[in-house]
């Protein structure tokens, strides 16, 4: 057990230590504020105030974790032997140049993202306000090489622990919000989607159009059969997230009481791990997300568990508290749609922290730092695949879950299916 002396116990120094040691080491952690039980412990133990007791392995620590609310904070970007950091300490006796707990801290509980900031088009907090972005390290996963950093002191300190060894892994996940494009749609939108391409001069997919609905072609939205065919060869469960919400503008998948739309979904669930890609309206609306939490659940029979949001919009921390009151316990939408990055500059799932409540949830995060069509341009016919490779290569390096996401409409070029394949059969 590792016991940690800090002048303050507050549920931010808990919520960071415990992800760290023990979620990512393996390390139990308790704390003291009392002195004579930090000198009396014979175990690893370690101080996180501002001024060191004596000879043991001391962070310097910043006033953030003793904070409640949100406030601005300055951030003085510094290189750490080629590691971007923030929080220097002002200890120079102390193991670590830096507070990597009260950095790791900012990132994880999305502590600039409370903060005012402008928003895209859709109302989303967009990369370029990140510190990442704008310090160039987004592409990097610095929360996790920090804590390789700090493990190596640790082993170093107390070489009779043996601390838990994470393992690298690769993680698909693949929204449905449409699962298929001609087929099962009904009348009229059907004859709706033959006038419109037929008046924008679209004759070509009207063509295709005619040739799906008579069973000459297959739906390019239909990558079911082919989906489960490779999942039954791959050493890992692809997540599927269907939207289920009611016919909209912003919704345009088919209604969810058809029993071809209810067995595709089973089918897929036998193989696959199947859950909620919570439409427009459930964002803005906690009843209609309920209500399609309760669809999903009816169909697959299976409490459920995991989500994506459409489109991204993640407004922290709102959307996450609505999650949490269906007891919802996973989300895979923390990165961004359009740019390669990690945004909350992590690899590593992690628990949501509530800022304003000031308490760690249930709630376990799941960031991906690739959506396929960043990576692709089908009108040039490329794939960067030295980008994909390169973003593979550091979440191996500090053996971290590598999650990149696809939607089925993807697949209707041939270099979404290139991608999947490359990430299935390369080494792990």
Not at 131 to 155: G, N, Q, S, T
Request: hydrophobic letters at 40%.
């Amino acid at each position: 057990m590792l016991l940690v002396y800090t002048h303050k116990i507050t549920p931010r120094v808990t919520y960071i230590f415990k992800h760290i040691c023990t979620r990512v080491m393996g390390m139990t952690v308790s704390f003291t504020s009392k002195v004579e039980d930090f000198v009396a412990h014979d175990g690893p133990k370690l101080s996180y105030t501002q001024k060191q007791l004596g000879n043991e392995l001391h962070i310097s620590a910043v006033e953030l974790l003793f904070e409640q609310g949100v406030m601005d904070v300055d951030i003085q970007l510094q290189d750490w032997e080629g590691v971007p950091c923030f929080f220097a300490s002002k200890n120079p006796e102390a193991m670590l140049p830096y507070d990597i707990f009260g950095a790791a801290f900012y990132m994880l509980s999305r502590y600039e993202e409370y903060l005012p900031h402008v928003k895209d088009a859709l109302g989303r907090f967009p990369a370029s306000e990140s510190i990442a972005y704008k310090h160039k390290f987004l592409d990097r996963p610095v929360v996790d090489e920090w804590i390789v950093r700090f493990k190596e002191i640790m082993v170093s300190s107390f070489p009779s622990h043996v601390f838990q060894e994470s393992q690298f892994e690769t993680q698909v996940v693949i929204d449905v919000p449409q699962a298929f494009a001609y087929r099962k749609i009904g009348f009229l939108r059907t004859i709706g989607g033959y006038g419109r391409d037929f008046i924008n001069f679209r004759l070509k997919q009207n063509f295709v159009r005619t040739q799906v609905l008579l069973g000459l072609r297959k739906d390019p939205f239909d990558i079911f059969s082919w989906l489960v065919n490779i999942q039954k060869q791959a050493s890992s469960r692809f997540k599927v997230f269907f939207e289920l919400g009611d016919y909209t503008e912003d919704s345009k998948n088919i209604k969810y009481s058809k029993r071809s739309f209810q067995s595709l979904i089973k089918m897929v669930g036998d193989y696959s791990c199947v859950g909620l890609l919570v439409s427009k309206s459930a964002t803005k609306d906690i009843a209609i997300l309920k209500e399609e939490k309760k669809r999903i659940e009816q169909i697959t029979n299976r409490p459920l568990i995991q989500s994506r949001i459409t489109d991204y919009k993640i407004t922290v921390p709102s959307t996450y508290r609505n999650l949490l009151d269906q007891e919802i316990l996973e989300d895979y939408t923390m990165g961004y749609p359009d740019v390669l990055g990690f945004r909350a500059s992590t690899s590593t799932p992690f628990l949501f922290y509530d800022l304003d409540y000031e308490i760690q949830t249930p709630l376990v995060i799941y960031p991906f730092c690739i959506h396929v069509n960043t990576i692709i341009d089908v009108h040039k016919h490329t794939v960067d695949s030295v980008s994909l490779q390169k973003m593979k290569e550091v979440v191996k390096e500090v053996k971290g879950v590598f999650l990149i996401a696809f939607s089925n409409a993807d697949f209707t070029n041939v270099y979404s299916k290139k991608v999947f394949r490359t990430l299935l059969t390369t080494d792990e």
